[in-house]
């Protein structure tokens, strides 16, 4: 009976384990169901967080599951610190000792440098102790025309004078504001990158005119009663390309026009004003990445306009992103106020995601300089990608990686949201200022 009594307690107390069991099992869901973040998005490198939306724009933060740990302790500076520190001087081609020489300056017929500067290629150094990180798009002011960088690159501490392919975009100046340049915007929180469509013509077409294009297109719409002119001639031809050419040749140059500059066409207080409206909710004190988004990892974005993924931008670590985030979030503003296209369903973050871990599938060129750093590029037929990759002792890691849409390929509407299953159309979130 004794044994009997023993059986039964046992029984009643495992009956009653599986009933605490089989209580808290749903709880612990319903705990694990109200996580910040949804797992869906999320492949084995990379996760994209809620998107931030304001106007036509959303922006998806993308996290990095892991660290890159051999971008962590890497030291550098921008763009923006070196010439606001003026560690870093850019110059026409012409201004630098023994890298401008002509032939009727050997024949012994003097005449000015400045006649011999290139619309392509400026010169730059890089006194600072740290290399020097220089990103597609970057816009310098001054000389005699405001130009952007036309490729990711890396330049060495203490560097020798070098040539800096560039882009021209204020094609209706080619007289002298400064003898060095500088960085855009009034103030440090104003400095600009292109916006894409001008953004894509520099890295992707790689074509003078096109960039030419692109800006007559951004500043007329900013400025409609002040549209720019035809594009300038310089030399006699137009430029085309990022090699040099010289615009001392022959040709006539085009007085300067009030707003051929696209940089301060994009710095007028109205224009300025609209970028920042749309930007606000993306930035913290006007520049920085959310502390929220630094905790959690972010190193890039994609940015959609009209419920249209078209850009993102990564980067190696949250530190690399916070340099450059209030440039690329008011890149993405400028565009979204221009943009022709209709307002589409929201892009998704699976969208998102399929856009960045997606492999290009294109003709792949690649430079560089030994043991500094490669750049490569893959143009394939509806997107293609740049990637900057630090090659330096003790590194190896992608700096960054910069993928674009094709305009043509956008507007075909081949997109990514045709190849994610089970995708369907539906309404585009509320709009958050």
Same mark, same amino acid.
């Given at each position: 009976?004794?044994?009997?009594?023993?059986?039964?307690?046992?029984?009643?107390?495992?009956?009653?384990?599986?009933?605490?069991?089989?209580?808290?099992?749903?709880?612990?869901?319903?705990?694990?169901?109200?996580?910040?973040?949804?797992?869906?998005?999320?492949?084995?490198?990379?996760?994209?967080?809620?998107?931030?939306?304001?106007?036509?724009?959303?922006?998806?933060?993308?996290?990095?599951?892991?660290?890159?740990?051999?971008?962590?302790?890497?030291?550098?500076?921008?763009?923006?610190?070196?010439?606001?520190?003026?560690?870093?001087?850019?110059?026409?081609?012409?201004?630098?000792?023994?890298?401008?020489?002509? @032939?009727?300056?050997?024949?012994?017929?003097?005449?000015?440098? +400045?006649?011999?500067?290139?619309?392509?290629?400026?010169?730059?150094? %890089? %006194?600072?102790?740290?290399?020097?990180?220089?990103?597609?798009?970057?816009?310098?002011?001054?000389?005699?025309?405001?130009?952007?960088?036309?490729?990711?690159?890396?330049?060495?501490?203490?560097?020798?004078?070098?040539?800096?392919?560039?882009?021209?975009?204020?094609?209706?100046?080619?007289?002298?504001?400064?003898?060095?340049?500088?960085?855009?915007?009034?103030?440090?929180?104003?400095?600009?990158?292109?916006?894409?469509?001008? @953004?894509?013509?520099?890295?992707?077409?790689?074509?003078?005119?096109?960039?030419?294009?692109?800006?007559?297109?951004?500043?007329?719409?900013?400025?409609?009663?002040?549209?720019? @002119?035809?594009?300038?001639?310089? +030399?006699?031809?137009?430029?085309?390309?990022?090699?040099?050419?010289?615009?001392?040749?022959?040709?006539?140059?085009?007085?300067?026009?009030?707003?051929?500059?696209?940089?301060?066409?994009?710095?007028?207080?109205?224009?300025?004003?609209?970028?920042?409206?749309?930007?606000?909710?993306?930035?913290?004190?006007?520049?920085?990445?959310?502390?929220?988004?630094?905790?959690? %990892?972010?190193? +890039?974005?994609?940015?959609?306009?009209?419920?249209?993924?078209?850009?993102?931008?990564?980067?190696?670590?949250?530190?690399?992103?916070?340099?450059?985030?209030?440039?690329?979030?008011?890149?993405?503003?400028?565009?979204?106020?221009?943009?022709?296209?209709?307002?589409?369903?929201?892009?998704?973050?699976?969208?998102?995601?399929?856009?960045?871990?997606?492999?290009?599938?294109?003709?792949?060129?690649?430079?560089?300089?030994?043991?500094?750093?490669?750049?490569?590029?893959?143009?394939?037929?509806?997107?293609?990608?740049?990637?900057?990759?630090?090659?330096?002792?003790?590194?190896?890691?992608?700096?960054?990686?910069?993928?674009?849409?094709?305009?043509?390929?956008?507007?075909?509407?081949?997109?990514?949201?045709?190849?994610?299953?089970?995708?369907?159309?539906?309404?585009?979130?509320?709009?958050?200022?």
């Amino acid at each position: 009976m004794k044994n009997l009594k023993k059986i039964a307690s046992m029984l009643s107390l495992a009956v009653m384990g599986l009933a605490v069991c089989f209580h808290l099992a749903p709880i612990r869901g319903v705990q694990a169901a109200k996580g910040p973040e949804e797992p869906a998005a999320q492949s084995a490198e990379y996760r994209v967080l809620d998107p931030i939306e304001s106007g036509a724009v959303t922006l998806y933060p993308i996290a990095r599951i892991a660290a890159e740990s051999h971008a962590a302790d890497w030291r550098y500076i921008t763009l923006d610190e070196g010439l606001q520190s003026g560690k870093v001087v850019i110059t026409e081609a012409g201004k630098a000792a023994g890298l401008a020489r002509n @032939r009727r300056q050997r024949d012994g017929v003097g005449e000015d440098a +400045g006649a011999y500067d290139s619309v392509n290629t400026l010169v730059l150094v %890089n %006194n600072s102790a740290h290399p020097l990180v220089l990103l597609a798009g970057e816009i310098v002011t001054g000389g005699r025309q405001d130009r952007i960088i036309a490729k990711d690159r890396i330049v060495m501490p203490h560097s020798a004078p070098l040539d800096l392919s560039v882009f021209c975009i204020e094609p209706h100046r080619w007289t002298e504001l400064s003898d060095k340049f500088g960085s855009a915007g009034a103030v440090a929180h104003h400095s600009m990158i292109v916006e894409p469509s001008v @953004r894509l013509q520099a890295m992707d077409a790689q074509n003078q005119q096109e960039v030419w294009n692109a800006v007559n297109k951004s500043v007329a719409a900013a400025h409609p009663a002040m549209a720019m @002119r035809s594009t300038t001639r310089i +030399g006699g031809s137009d430029v085309h390309g990022s090699g040099s050419q010289d615009a001392g040749s022959g040709g006539s140059y085009a007085e300067p026009a009030a707003t051929s500059s696209y940089a301060r066409a994009m710095a007028e207080p109205g224009q300025q004003q609209e970028i920042d409206k749309v930007a606000a909710p993306a930035l913290v004190n006007d520049s920085a990445m959310p502390e929220r988004l630094r905790k959690q %990892n972010v190193v +890039g974005i994609v940015a959609a306009i009209n419920g249209h993924i078209l850009w993102a931008d990564l980067f190696a670590t949250p530190e690399l992103l916070q340099a450059y985030w209030g440039k690329l979030v008011r890149s993405y503003a400028a565009e979204s106020l221009h943009d022709s296209e209709a307002l589409g369903p929201a892009a998704s973050r699976e969208e998102a995601l399929k856009f960045i871990v997606t492999v290009v599938k294109g003709e792949e060129t690649s430079e560089g300089s030994a043991g500094i750093y490669r750049y490569f590029e893959v143009q394939g037929t509806r997107d293609s990608e740049f990637t900057l990759q630090v090659t330096l002792p003790g590194t190896g890691f992608d700096l960054h990686r910069a993928r674009m849409v094709h305009e043509k390929s956008e507007k075909q509407g081949t997109l990514y949201r045709d190849t994610i299953p089970g995708y369907r159309l539906r309404p585009r979130p509320g709009v958050i200022y």
